[in-house]
């Protein structure tokens, strides 16, 4: 009986340590460290090639000012070399990487004049970082990321300029934007050389990288798939 009651109690134990908390997403990894270091060469590369200039700084300027005089990233599209940008997403949609960088988004459609639907908290709260939302039309959400608000932006280091302007913004938003990086970056427009800010700039723009490729970054695939081609 008490060797019965040993081995439930292990088992027991043993299942609670192999369930996935939040805590997981919540630090650096040598594995997530390597996938963010290659998101940030990519980017680099993606803008440098399609602003050429002397300079990366240049390139980073010009980006910018093509985003801010065509008013909106909607008309702004990037070439994109979509076999490395598979590769590394590839890494980037494992769950223990994907959800150190990026939250599952809920989103619950209403009727116009309708309260918003009050739900439990789903073993999936519990387990990865989530967002809920919810209003009376689907919402692309644009270009921005969902982020994991307790994840990389909260743990990167804040020891550059505009690393720390950044966060600066978040803190007193709430939230962060492309257009608050893009500011950001504008008033410190000498750091984007440090390869801690073309990193920060790769997660930030990661997804609008991916629309520019086809690839959905929230549902960690291409926008057709399934499609068929008659």
């Given at each position: 009986m008490r060797f019965l009651f040993f081995s439930i109690l292990v088992f027991y134990v043993?299942?609670?340590?192999?369930?996935?908390?939040?805590?997981?997403y919540n630090h650096f990894t040598p594995e997530r460290q390597h996938v963010l270091s290659k998101m940030g060469e990519f980017f680099d590369e993606t803008i440098r090639k399609n602003f050429p200039a002397e300079t990366d700084t240049l390139s980073y300027y010009n980006f910018i000012m093509c985003v801010i005089t065509s008013e909106g990233f909607d008309r702004v599209i990037l070439n994109i070399d979509r076999n490395r940008l598979k590769e590394i997403n590839q890494m980037l949609f494992e769950d223990h990487i994907y959800f150190f960088f990026y939250a599952k988004l809920i989103y619950t459609v209403r009727r116009r004049g309708e309260p918003p639907p009050i739900?439990?908290?789903?073993?999936?709260?519990?387990?990865?970082?989530?967002?809920?939302?919810?209003?009376?039309y689907p919402s692309t959400f644009g270009y921005y990321p969902i982020l994991n608000f307790d994840g990389y932006?909260?743990?990167?280091?804040?020891?550059?300029?505009?690393?720390?302007?950044?966060?600066?913004d978040f803190v007193a938003a709430g939230d962060i934007s492309l257009t608050m990086v893009m500011s950001a970056l504008i008033i410190n427009l000498r750091e984007v050389s440090h390869p801690a800010v073309k990193e920060l700039c790769a997660f930030v723009f990661w997804r609008y990288l991916c629309i520019c490729a086809g690839v959905d970054l929230l549902e960690r695939k291409p926008y057709c798939e399934p499609c068929y081609i008659l």
């Open positions: 043993g299942l609670l340590y192999s369930q996935t908390t939040l805590d997981d739900e439990p908290i789903t073993d999936i709260m519990d387990t990865i970082p989530t967002i809920r939302s919810s209003g009376t932006i909260k743990v990167v280091p804040d020891d550059n300029p505009a690393i720390k302007r950044i966060k600066e």
